[in-house]
């Protein structure tokens, strides 16, 4: 019997590699990292992830898919684009265990802004790795899942999302609005008239709204982790194989957090030029 999933969501830069990372040691999971096309699945007329239809054929091919590819393990699944999109993962897998992994805000929307400022979103050599050779980092072994643009691509979705392609290295190449993470509606207007540093502390309100959505559809199955706190803490690292009921001992938890890079670590919590600038303006948000 397919035990339920294991889903990580988090904005992107909060950690989910690492987490997904550290559940991918459990002999007894198989790890999926960013299917984000595959999540995209009868969507790639919109071009914001907040905004999708919930087309039962659409939800079936997603799960289908998924299950597939886990190949009887416990499935153990993240992508930054769900972080915005709380209804469409609750369709697919209502019974899942949702990990909720949450970073320091001004940490969080300066490393984003960064991967921004260096146009990292749509990056040719970072979409050609991802979806044709692996996903993952190669830093973190545990995480890292060869489900490419093959696998996940529907037939029948082929002409949209050629066409979702073009529109976005055209933000991206020429109208210089493709900001890096999930996207929000209108981010091509709130980037030209706000900046892309207003609009990466949006994205972190909307999704601090959509974790509200994720707590009222999933309950008691829903917990909630800080990634200093993971990185840190053998207890925490603990509480999150005993939230999905992943057994372990002792020298499990061991290797794990000897594993951690501390260089990792130390630069995750490093300041930066922006933080005065990012801390105003999440005081207009009463954050």
């Known amino acids: ?22 559940l991918g040691y459990h002999n007894d999971v198989n790890v999926i990292v960013e299917p984000h096309i595959l999540w995209r699945t009868g969507n790639f007329h919109i071009i914001n992830d907040q905004d999708y239809s919930l087309k039962r054929r659409d939800v079936e091919i997603i799960r289908k898919k998924i299950i597939d590819y886990a190949k009887g393990k416990r499935i153990v699944e993240k992508s930054p684009i769900n972080s915005l999109r709380a209804n469409l993962v609750h369709s697919v897998f209502p019974n899942a265990k949702i990990i909720y992994l949450e970073r320091d805000p001004v940490r969080l929307i300066a490393s984003n802004y960064s991967r921004s400022i260096k146009k990292d979103s749509f990056k040719l050599s970072i979409i050609f790795r991802k979806y044709f050779i692996n996903t993952g980092s190669n830093d973190l072994p545990y995480a890292i899942s060869n489900f490419s643009i093959f696998d996940q691509l529907s037939l029948r979705d082929i002409p949209s999302f050629i066409l979702y392609i073009f529109r976005m290295f055209f933000l991206r190449d020429v109208m210089n609005r493709l900001p890096f993470g999930p996207k929000i509606r209108n981010f091509g207007k709130i980037v030209k008239d706000k900046g892309l540093l207003h609009y990466h502390v949006q994205v972190y309100i909307e999704s601090k709204k959509e974790k509200k959505l994720y707590k009222k559809l999933y309950k008691s199955n829903l917990f909630c982790f800080k990634m200093e706190q993971l990185m840190r803490n053998r207890d925490e690292i603990k509480r999150l194989f005993d939230s999905v009921d992943l057994t372990y001992d002792n020298s499990l938890i061991d290797l794990i957090y000897t594993n951690i890079d501390q260089i990792r670590v130390n630069k995750s919590s490093e300041t930066n030029s922006i933080d005065k600038a990012i801390i105003q303006e999440l005081y207009k948000y009463n954050v």
């Open 1 to 22: 019997m397919l035990r339920d999933p294991i889903i990580i969501i988090g904005m992107a830069r909060s950690g989910t590699t690492l987490i997904a990372n550290m």
